[in-house]
């Protein structure tokens, strides 16, 4: 022991190149990471000791301990407190949470076939595992016994509310069914615990299976030269010289769509894009989507609930799903007369160009982005320079800075779990560190598409000692260029910055429990924090401090500027119908009482039809990519980000009423939102930081939707 332990300590000296140390460590000891405490600032997850064959045994040994923890807990024969049962069933499974959190963010983050596979086969174990602790009848007669006592106990707010939540897990989990439903219940989590991941893994598939090879450059005719440049890249990196590569990525599909003037070309990756995963092969999702729906509807009915929605529903702000409809409607009406409006000006443009077909899905960006430029002279190509990664980095540091004192730090001794991945400490005004933030900007064939932000380690309070959380925004952005930097589009700024409003949730947060913090919140509550920081971005004066030009440094110039408020409401008509379109087909997933019978295609029919959208536009998600409702954890709660719209739109209205940097509402909104996590009632702290409940109005001016409240 003595021998190993001082060869260790010399390798240690030899260099700070961890990935070579970590080969030669790993084949001295053969020891898995996962068994071991983390070393290291932060304590970070070692990436570069990590390989495949480590999940499965971590996983299983951490199943197993948390098997013992939970039978400790059961077998203790002292009357049921809050630190012997509830704190206790917090504190256990530490091994399976920590294996658990690398290997899922992995597989969203970094995946690979082997991956996958382990992703199959411990899918059941975990269901199982999970409902083995939740129909656990013993461990829920203590918790239950508690939560009946909860008036006699004397708990302070936040252990009130992680009681509360325990026992409420416990129940919706099916702890009070009988033993025949709950082996129903167990059959039900093994199947959706299974599908869900195939109905993620085939979009991925799909995504990457797909190349638009153009080979003559008269096919990129109307589109940019960065555009043409990142083409170029992917088809080297493919090996395909010469040529241009097209993928079903947003940073690529999207900017095709949006600017090339080949029409049979917009529609032969439209096409693509709208039907991955609905071609009756290995990859298809149609029959996936309906066994989803159905065996949430029957696990609902099984635990009591009218439908899927109702049981959803009922832990989020909105409540019932008559709620929810009463306000999708409630937008559905304007939103779509303004997208008419849209439509009948690209059908105008279009005949000038003589073309009498009907709109197309495939013709509205390119349309859209050609009427934008002709009424309002805004190029969204003029704006990228302004974009570079660099400068919308210090930008969102900028308002970090301004409102909450936060300071970054890069640190280049952390290690990250891909060479794309920066790791940065984020620290109070006074330099105390606060919580370590991974960032992953650019798409790649093992990343899922979209953009999230997650957690390696949530906050937490031990021995009185704040444990700092370690949190990592995903994203999928426009590449640099072996020519320039990466240069994001509008969109893709916006999307960093609620992104990053999300990571401070994560980082911010200040709460006692792990079970409680940063983002441990309804989902209709949970954009809130992601949503307001996209106000910051676009506003004029926020702009003149950030956006500098990647040659020459120059600021964006106020005529620029002045195109951008002036294009305003321009094309909300479109954005908004998509989206609720989106949200609708998702209620409708889930509202039903009866099985689904058909395709999910035929379903998405159908409920368009209901809803009269137009056939210019398609759903921003269909139903046969719809991850966030079938892969992730948006079903019945799609709508949540327009919901969270009419918080943030209000809450940043008290921004600018005042000022856009005000200290006192900066404060009060870090302290009673971020901080605060899922300790209290959303609208309690809501109205703690306004004064009083949101107002619609400021979304609907925001978005340009001329109707009153009703």
Known sequence: ???????????????????????????????????????????????????NEHFKPAIEEGVKQQEAEIKVITNNKSTPTFENTI??????????????????????????????????????????????????????????????????????????????????SFVRSGANLNSKQKEELRKINSELSLLTLKFGQNILAETNSYELV??????????????????????????????????????????????SANRKLREQIWVAYTNRCNHGDKFDNNSTAIELANLRAQKAKLLGYETHAHYVLEESMAKTPSKVMDFLNQLWEPALAKAKVEEAEIKEMMAKEGIADAVKPYDWRYYSEKIRKSKFDLDEQELRPYFSLEATTNGVFMVCEKLYGLKFQQLNNIPTYHPDVTAWEVQEKDGKPI???FMDFFPRDSKRGGAWMTSYRPQKMENGKRIPPIISIVCNFSKPTENTPALFTFDEVTTYFHEFGHALHGLLSNVTYKSLAGTSVPRDFVELPSQVMENWASDPEVLKMYAKHYKTGETIPDALIQKLENAGTYGQGFATVEYLASSFLDMDFHMQTKPISGTAADFEKASMQKIGLIEAIVPRHKANYFSH???????????????SGVLDTDAFDQFKQTTLFNKEKANAFRKNILEKGGTEEPMDLYKRFRGSEPSIEPLLRKRGLDTKTK
Request: no cysteine; charged share 20%; proline share 4%.
């Open 87 to 168: 704190l206790a069933l917090e504190n256990s499974g530490d091994l399976l949470n920590r294996v658990s959190t690398v290997f899922y963010n992995l597989n969203s983050a970094n995946t690979n076939e082997g991956i996958q596979q382990i992703a199959k086969e411990v899918a059941p174990l975990i269901s199982a595992h999970n409902d083995n602790i939740y129909l656990n009848e013993a461990l829920f007669a203590k918790v239950k016994k508690l939560w009946n006592d909860r008036a006699k106990l004397k708990l302070n707010a936040e252990q009130n509310k992680l009681l509360e939540k325990n026992y409420k």
């Open 435 to 437: 919580g370590l933030l």
């Open 1 to 51: 022991m003595k021998a190993k332990s001082l060869s260790l300590i010399l390798l240690m000296g030899l260099s700070t190149a961890y990935t070579g140390l970590a080969q030669e460590i790993k084949s001295t000891f053969n020891t898995n990471p996962f068994f071991g405490n983390y070393k290291g600032d932060y304590n970070v997850p070692p990436f570069y000791l990590i390989k």
């Open 214 to 259: 153009l080979d003559n450059a008269n096919q990129l005719e109307g589109l940019p030269e960065d555009v043409i440049a990142a083409a170029s890249e992917t088809a080297k990196s493919k090996g395909k010289p010469g040529k241009w590569v097209f993928t079903l990525s947003n940073s690529s599909v999207m900017p095709f769509l949006q600017y």
């Open 629 to 643: 409702i079938f892969a992730g954890g948006y079903s019945a709660g799609y709508y949540s980000y327009i919901w």
